[in-house]
């Protein structure tokens, strides 16, 4: 309805502009606030009505994913005990986790690669395990995540030295479902 | 196209098991590991209509021929050199005198023909120079496209004739890099003809051979998952087996039709038989640390596999049923991918000593280990020639990950692969 009005306004307008054209400058000036208002009230109409939850869904899951809303997590080498560094992390994941309670999600386990491939596939689905019965204890529904594991596959940082492998020793969460 | 190289392949797999029946008598009087090599003199092979381009076809048989047998291990081959010092070869007119002087005992000759319609035709004649007598005789034949497993074909023929199990038209699958992401390749023993069997634009983990060859069992990631699949080669149809967890490291059974895997469908890794006839699961092990990376023995009683049960992990051996398990690795504090030699008397796996990865070969009758690579970047997932004397590894001893092949004996490492990255080779067993 409002928009026919628009559409109505703006030719009505665009009308008055071109029938004017050639006679006098003046009357430009009176039609276009007429516009402007009408485009302002719209916005102004429709804004508040967009609740958190109705931006949220709006996103993609990349989107959703790109804003990184769960941090990963860390591992010693060789090791798939959640860290102590790592419960601060999965409790602030666990928040935004439980206050978005139609996320989907994936830990995705992912190892150095000073190990084998096939060893690094059960270690990194033992860290992701790990993580995810934490995050089970922190009051995350169990049906929610899923687990995976990449093994020395995934690296994020391709270095030799401690800090590149520690980079890959890591547990990354990504969101399936929103 | 498909076909024709489906039924040579299948010509070949017939040719070898029935020429395998006649060789198995003969296997005692040959050779062991440490008996001196047979020596033989391979002169360049004649050529009948004489052409550049017949010449060039001659001379990749003959080198195949002559790289084929050099890195058996079984023939000493007399240098190319010493052949200038004796009367120049006539096959009309064989002076096996001349052969002997200069230290063979096997003289091979060869004779290249390009017949109509391009047909390559490659004929031996085997002799012995001591006793001065013909031995045998055999013609090869194929398009110029299969000039390479022509020459190979017969490289098998004649180390089976000294009671050997051949190899050489055998082929290798494996992972590379090469194109950007891990797919699936195979090529021939040697290194050569590698060709991409999977797109799929997604991780592609750990392949190895069904054991008819025709089907290639991998772990791929194209669902977001590490998922088991089998793919038919001369179809290529693709079949799904596993979805459930973790699922890697098939190894096909030698003789039925069923394969172990690891699986961490019931929420830790544990070992799987699958048959593949009725598609049902036995869980082997019930254990909560991880158990992964299973092979079978060549006899198919007993089962390899590594597992972290004492703290670390270390490899175990089970019988196929999952019973009387016993821990083969006694120092160290991490091993991983075991592989049983064909005839079933020694064990490779990878060792991991201060972030170095090597190769280890435990010998079950003398209860001892030798290691293979030393000192070299990391050494993995070694697979076992069909005949036990060569073995296959992925090492990125020079920077990237490549292919190499080196022998029982931690001797002849030659490097079969170079573009992009590439990893976890599987041999055909036969």
């Known amino acids: ?178 | 196209m498909k076909k024709i190289y489906f039924s040579m392949i299948v010509l070949i797999i017939f040719m070898l098991i029935s020429t395998n029946l006649f060789s198995q008598k003969e296997v005692v009087i040959k050779l062991k590991d440490g008996v001196s090599h047979i020596p033989i003199a391979i002169p360049v092979f004649t050529l009948k209509n004489n052409s550049e381009k017949n010449s060039k076809y001659r001379d990749i048989i003959h080198k195949t021929v002559w790289d084929d047998l050099r890195y058996s291990r079984v023939f000493q081959l007399i240098p190319q050199e010493h052949y200038s010092y004796i009367q120049k070869f006539d096959q009309n007119n064989i002076n096996f005198k001349d052969w002997s002087s200069i230290k063979a005992n096997i003289l091979i000759t060869g004779n290249v023909e390009i017949s109509e319609g391009d047909r390559i035709v490659f004929s031996i004649k085997v002799y012995d120079c001591n006793s001065e007598k013909f031995i045998f005789g055999r013609n090869f034949g194929g398009k110029p496209e299969f000039i390479r497993l022509i020459s190979h074909r017969a490289s098998d023929v004649i180390l089976e004739y000294f009671g050997e199990k051949s190899y050489f038209t055998t082929k290798i699958v494996f992972v590379s890099k090469r194109d950007g992401n891990k797919e699936v390749y195979i090529m021939d023993y040697d290194g050569k003809r590698q060709r991409r069997i999977t797109y799929n634009d997604y991780i592609e983990l750990l392949p190895s051979w069904s054991r008819d060859n025709e089907k290639i069992l991998y772990t791929s990631y194209r669902k977001n998952n590490p998922d088991l699949y089998m793919f038919h080669l001369y179809t290529g149809r693709t079949e799904l087996l596993a979805s459930r967890g973790a699922n890697i490291s098939a190894d096909w059974h030698p003789e039925e039709n069923k394969i172990v895997f690891s699986s961490t469908k019931d929420g830790n890794a544990e070992i799987y038989l699958r048959d593949m006839g009725t598609g049902k699961l036995k869980r082997l092990t019930f254990n909560r640390t991880i158990d992964t990376a299973p092979a079978w023995s060549p006899s198919g009683r007993e089962i390899s596999f590594t597992s972290e049960r004492g703290g670390s992990p270390q490899i175990y051996i089970m019988d196929a049923e999952g019973t009387n398990i016993r821990r083969i690795t006694r120092e160290g504090s991490y091993h991983d991918s075991s592989a049983w030699s064909p005839d079933g008397t020694r064990l490779v796996y990878v060792s991991r000593i201060e972030y170095r990865f090597d190769l280890y070969v435990y010998n079950f009758k003398t209860d001892t280990t030798i290691k293979l690579t030393e000192d070299s970047g990391r050494n993995e997932n070694p697979s076992w020639s069909p005949d036990g004397r060569h073995l296959i590894f992925a090492s990125n001893r020079n920077g990237r990950y490549q292919l190499y092949s080196i022998d029982y004996d931690g001797r002849n490492l030659i490097k079969l692969t170079s573009r992009g990255e590439n990893e976890t080779p599987d041999w055909q067993k036969k």
């Open chain 1, 1 to 178: 309805m409002k928009k026919l009005i628009i559409i109505g306004i703006l030719t009505l307008s665009l009308l008055v502009f071109f029938t004017a054209c050639g006679k006098k400058v003046k009357t430009e000036p009176v039609e276009k606030p007429v516009v402007k208002e009408v485009v302002e009230k719209v916005v102004k109409a429709e804004k508040p009505e967009l609740t958190e939850e109705e931006i949220f869904a709006k996103k993609s899951l990349d989107e959703i994913n790109s804003e990184g809303h769960l941090k990963e997590v860390y591992f010693d080498f060789d090791k798939y005990v959640v860290r102590e560094d790592a419960k601060s992390v999965l409790q602030a994941n666990s928040e935004w986790l439980i206050s978005h309670s139609s996320i989907g999600f994936v830990v995705e386990g992912n190892c150095d690669e000073r190990g084998t491939i096939e060893y690094n596939i059960a270690l990194g689905e033992k860290r992701a395990s790990n993580v995810k019965k934490y995050l089970v204890s922190l009051g995350v529904p169990a049906n929610r995540v899923k687990i995976t594991s990449y093994g020395k596959s995934k690296p994020v940082v391709k270095g030799v030295d401690e800090a590149s492998h520690q980079k890959n020793r890591r547990a990354d969460f990504r969101i399936v479902k929103k």
